[in-house]
């Protein structure tokens, strides 16, 4: 009987000690709120910095609903859980961070966790942020302290249950929120490493360009080998790249500054407002980026052409060879006007055997560009394309992508391709009309206080 008894308080003893263990791991306590700071009491050089810094993460981009005020939240992001609507982060004192003090801001960039004690959800990279510095903190808080102030209460999110429990989400960080992961390497230029502190830090490129686990974490040992972004394939920025023409620093300088390079086409998706955010910024930031990212492209594949003179010398199949006859046609009406003419931007188009797209194995961008077109870039002579949801089908579309495919590029035959039409013109419609719900959509209480 004493020798069950003991059992008995030791078996307590350890559930009061894991219980403990577990309050540890998901409680954090609140940060006091602060009376909102004035706009003119922040350093114009301090404010100045932190713009050039929410331009290089993109936050207005992810924080701002279409057609929507400035970083008042809202905006949709899928995920394989459900949608999170990002909340509003400008200054207003009731829905944004107008309360904040630096102190909650900094630990949300690189705890997730709000002011109330409440861990956020990892859609908003703080496994990144983690490596910003205490001084760009400073610098971007600055800047979105000195924003119109938005009165805007964050949507309800989409989620299923479990995924809906924030409680998870503390789980998640002791898996795969780490500090230190990445360390400026002491061999490498200054330039290299300013490039690394950006891309693995505020800029987050791996966000979407780096695969997830089915716990929606970074797989880290792939890191840079593809993902996706609203809908939309993040190419492989690694050696596994499937650009008929390899990068280089120059060509990645070109097209983050200017959103397109000749050898490499056009930016689109969200890709597109990356390189619009990154033509604001200094060019010396712009550079460095190119050169680290250059670096982790590597040397090409022995298969793959080095210049694009190669890859445009190269022999197409006719286009009866191709065997295409009605995607054949649809290109000779709709697209040869552009793309086989050789004229410069904005009226002439790439030539398609330089497309990564059309060299990617998910045709996805490609019937995303088809779907929607390109909007030309303000006050640059950009390449600009009409869209043709509303007059090609399903049916002609997938015709023409097995012609591009056949005739523009030496890979295999992208298989599925009707499906895959019809997923993306449903993404599309849905993505609009979500993205351009107003925010005065029914609110969730819980959720105030959140970048």
């Given at each position: 009987?004493?020798?069950?008894?003991?059992?008995?308080?030791?078996?307590?003893?350890?559930?009061a000690?894991?219980?403990?263990?577990?309050f540890?791991?998901?409680?954090?306590?609140?940060?006091?709120?602060?009376?909102?700071?004035?706009?003119?009491?922040?350093?114009?050089?301090?404010?100045?910095?932190?713009?050039?810094?929410?331009?290089?993460?993109?936050?207005?981009?992810?924080h701002?609903?279409?057609?929507?005020?400035?970083?008042?939240?809202?905006?949709?992001?899928?995920?394989?859980?459900?949608?999170?609507?990002s909340?509003?982060?400008?200054?207003?004192?009731?829905?944004?961070?107008?309360?904040?003090?630096?102190?909650?801001?900094?630990?949300?960039?690189?705890?997730?966790?709000?002011?109330?004690?409440?861990?956020?959800?990892?859609?908003?990279?703080?496994?990144?942020?983690?490596?910003?510095?205490?001084?760009?903190?400073?610098a971007?808080?600055?800047?979105?302290?000195t924003?119109?102030?938005?009165?805007?209460?964050?949507?309800?999110?989409?989620?299923?249950?479990?995924?809906?429990?924030?409680?998870?989400?503390?789980g998640?960080?002791?898996?795969?929120?780490?500090?230190?992961?990445?360390?400026?390497?002491?061999?490498?230029?200054?330039?290299?490493?300013?490039?690394?502190?950006?891309?693995?830090?505020?800029?987050?490129?791996?966000?979407?360009?780096?695969?997830?686990?089915?716990?929606?974490?970074?797989?880290?040992?792939?890191?840079?080998?593809?993902?996706?972004?609203?809908?939309?394939?993040?190419?492989?920025?690694?050696?596994?790249?499937?650009?008929?023409?390899?990068?280089?620093?120059?060509?990645?300088?070109?097209?983050?500054?200017?959103?397109?390079?000749?050898?490499?086409?056009?930016?689109?998706?969200?890709?597109?407002?990356?390189?619009?955010?990154?033509?604001?910024?200094?060019?010396?930031?712009?550079?460095?980026?190119?050169?680290?990212?250059a670096?982790?492209?590597?040397?090409?594949?022995?298969?793959?052409?080095?210049?694009?003179?190669?890859?445009?010398?190269?022999?197409?199949?006719?286009?009866?060879?191709?065997?295409?006859?009605?995607?054949?046609?649809?290109?000779?009406?709709?697209?040869?006007?552009?793309?086989?003419?050789?004229?410069?931007?904005?009226?002439?188009?790439?030539?398609?055997?330089?497309?990564?797209?059309?060299?990617?194995?998910?045709p996805?961008n490609?019937?995303?560009?088809?779907?929607?077109?390109?909007?030309p870039?303000?006050?640059?002579?950009s390449?600009?394309?009409?869209?043709?949801?509303a007059?090609m089908?399903?049916?002609?579309?997938?015709?023409?992508?097995?012609?591009?495919?056949?005739?523009?590029?030496?890979?295999?035959?992208?298989?599925?391709?009707?499906?895959?039409?019809?997923?993306?013109?449903?993404?599309?419609?849905?993505?609009?009309?979500?993205?351009?719900?107003?925010?005065?959509?029914?609110?969730?209480?819980?959720?105030?206080?959140?970048?």
């Amino acid at each position: 009987m004493a020798s069950a008894r003991i059992i008995a308080v030791v078996l307590a003893g350890i559930v009061a000690a894991g219980a403990v263990a577990v309050f540890a791991v998901i409680w954090r306590s609140p940060i006091a709120a602060i009376e909102p700071a004035a706009a003119q009491s922040f350093d114009p050089v301090l404010v100045r910095r932190g713009r050039d810094l929410a331009a290089t993460g993109n936050c207005a981009e992810c924080h701002t609903l279409r057609g929507g005020k400035d970083f008042a939240g809202g905006f949709p992001v899928p995920t394989p859980f459900g949608t999170i609507y990002s909340s509003n982060i400008t200054p207003d004192a009731q829905t944004g961070i107008g309360r904040w003090s630096e102190l909650a801001f900094r630990r949300a960039m690189r705890s997730g966790v709000d002011r109330d004690g409440r861990h956020l959800y990892p859609t908003f990279p703080y496994d990144h942020f983690i490596n910003v510095t205490e001084e760009d903190d400073r610098a971007l808080y600055a800047y979105l302290m000195t924003r119109p102030p938005v009165h805007a209460a964050a949507r309800r999110n989409e989620l299923t249950f479990p995924y809906n429990q924030r409680i998870l989400i503390a789980g998640w960080k002791l898996l795969f929120l780490h500090r230190g992961e990445w360390q400026p390497d002491p061999a490498r230029s200054a330039e290299y490493n300013r490039g690394g502190y950006l891309v693995e830090g505020l800029a987050h490129c791996g966000a979407c360009h780096t695969p997830r686990n089915a716990l929606g974490a970074e797989r880290k040992k792939a890191q840079f080998s593809g993902g996706e972004a609203d809908n939309w394939v993040a190419y492989a920025i690694n050696a596994r790249s499937p650009s008929p023409v390899p990068w280089d620093a120059e060509a990645l300088y070109s097209y983050l500054r200017q959103g397109w390079h000749p050898d490499h086409g056009v930016a689109r998706g969200p890709m597109a407002q990356v390189a619009a955010n990154l033509s604001s910024i200094p060019e010396s930031d712009v550079r460095a980026i190119a050169i680290y990212m250059a670096d982790k492209f590597g040397a090409p594949q022995p298969d793959r052409p080095r210049r694009s003179a190669e890859v445009l010398a190269e022999r197409s199949p006719s286009p009866e060879a191709v065997g295409e006859k009605a995607g054949a046609a649809i290109y000779t009406a709709a697209c040869a006007g552009c793309h086989d003419t050789g004229r410069p931007p904005p009226y002439g188009g790439i030539n398609l055997r330089l497309s990564t797209g059309i060299s990617n194995p998910d045709p996805r961008n490609v019937i995303n560009t088809i779907l929607s077109g390109l909007r030309p870039v303000e006050g640059e002579r950009s390449p600009i394309m009409p869209g043709f949801a509303a007059s090609m089908d399903d049916a002609q579309i997938a015709a023409l992508l097995k012609y591009l495919r056949g005739r523009f590029s030496n890979q295999p035959a992208w298989t599925g391709v009707e499906k895959i039409v019809a997923d993306a013109r449903r993404a599309q419609t849905v993505f609009l009309q979500t993205s351009a719900e107003p925010h005065n959509a029914p609110a969730d209480p819980t959720q105030r206080d959140r970048p």
